[in-house]
């Protein structure tokens, strides 16, 4: 969709919601100087035409720390001026922008996906994601995921038990007037779209699986069934998801704001304070920033937003979709942050829109909550993670699909939720058999850039003249990458009593021996060729028998 210029409206109408959050008082030293309205929107009140009306945001903050958020439609320029100088007189103001009109960042026209579908068979993002393999140590239990959107359809029976009991509906109308709703319901379709892609629910043999399938959706409507909205509803619908628990943010909307928006700055701000990973899509304008007139993307710019495009696109010579591609449709800039599949993604959409309930999209739209629910992965995992470290184990475990190097269309990389988690609990390398002994079958992660030991060491030197009774089961190795020099293999591994380490083989070498917790394991060396990889347990100095054997091909 197009980014929209600024709409202005008419009237004198004032609209006000207030949020209150549990915290410090913010005393006059801790507050910024109030704005001057002259330098916040100079291109709005000192315009040719004094008398065009003009609509006003406003953010307060409050003693106790919240922040609050009004907004206001000047009939002229000097009324505006008028209306600023009342909110500077009353000591809170923190930021003021003229509001502006947002929309959805989807491409294309929506696919019906057919009820006799195999609808996972159909998600080639959780094939080339490390998804699954993630839900055995983090599935986003426990983590509240909002949804800035259209609302979502919460009778949707795939999206069940997912929904948080509360939901928001932030609308007001072109004359400031507010418009009541629930959150619950979607007369659009985009924001169940997205809201499946985060969180339906896996293993019910309904349609699909969300890349955090145990996370709970929040569902806050910014947008009208229009699919449009303003700048200001957005702000206000930050505020009140971090108010009301909400552990990461997806924005999949924006547009240009061409004066700036330090109202929507400072709600940003204010979740990322508390605790709050936000994300926003990157745009589907399909070009580059700052070539030919292609201008930035908001919320997507700011610097505490994780900045996301989208990868896929049809391959003409299979027929099907090529992972390895950045999407044609995503607007590209220095400042994004990471890639996800965007490409023909399909997701739960509203019953009464579509019978089979499942449709096929493409956008940042769509890539963006693939990225929120891997941010749920991580925060479930480690619950006291900040939104920095999150943000450092997400781009840190980036797979580049293309040139070495941030680019302009994936940042960093594409998500990877596994090597996120790894980096988030590495594990120290042990060449020893008397490590503590922990009693588990539980799951956690290990980076096998922190555990590979000698490979001169072989399965026979090592091999004790008894063995232990556990039980290990290596499941297929996933080869992950396929640019040259890139090339991986990923273990999960399944090892059923109390262990003190496991010890990884290629082709009877040893290659890594890692934690008692660790289950899974990614060989980041992998010579070219064919190899068969073993996994023994070690127990009280014990080594166990060789796992089943299993043959991974470096391409």
Known sequence: MRRRAITTTLGLAVAIVTFVRPGAAVTAEDAPPPPDIAAVVPAALAGADAAEPVPLVFAHREADGGLRITTASAESAAAGHAMVAVAQAAGTLQAVSVDSRVGLLDAGPVTPASANDTYRSMQWALDDVSFESTWAIADGTGVTVAVLDTGVDSSHPDLAGRLAGDSRYFLHDGSNNAISGSGAVDGHGHG????????????????????????????????????????????????????????????????????????????????????????????????????????????????????????????????????????????????????????????????????????????TSMATPYAAAAAALVVDDDPSTTPAQVAAALIGSADEHGPAGADTCTGAGVIDPFGALAGLTPTTTSTSTTTTTTTTTSTTSTTSTTSTTSTSTTSTSTTSTSTTSVPVVVTPPTLTGALPGRQMVRLTIRAVGSIDELQVYRDGSLIAAIGPLSRNYVDRAVPAGTHTYTVRAVRNGVLSADSNALNGRRR
């Open 192 to 363: 169940t779209h997205v809201s499946g892609i985060i969180a339906a629910t896996a293993g019910n043999s309904e349609g699909i699986a969300g890349g955090a399938p145990g996370a709970t959706i929040l569902p806050v409507k910014v947008l009208a069934d229009t699919g449009s909205g303003w700048f200001s509803d957005v702000a206000a619908g930050i505020v009140w998801a971090t108010d009301n628990g909400a552990a990461v943010i997806n924005m999949s909307l924006g547009a240009a704001s061409p004066v700036g928006d330090t109202v929507m700055h400072n709600a940003i701000e204010y979740a990322y304070a508390n605790g709050v990973v936000l994300l926003a899509a990157a745009g589907n304008d399909g070009c580059t920033v700052g070539i030919d007139g292609c201008t930035t993307v908001w919320p997507a710019a700011e610097e505490h937003v994780l900045a996301v495009g989208s990868i896929g696109g049809y391959d003409d010579t299979t027929g099907g979709t090529d992972p390895e591609l950045c999407s044609d449709y995503t607007t590209q800039a220095a400042y994004l942050d990471l890639g996800a599949p965007g490409y023909n993604i399909v997701s739960t959409y509203p019953l009464h829109k579509l019978a089979s309930g499942y449709a096929l999209l493409s956008g």
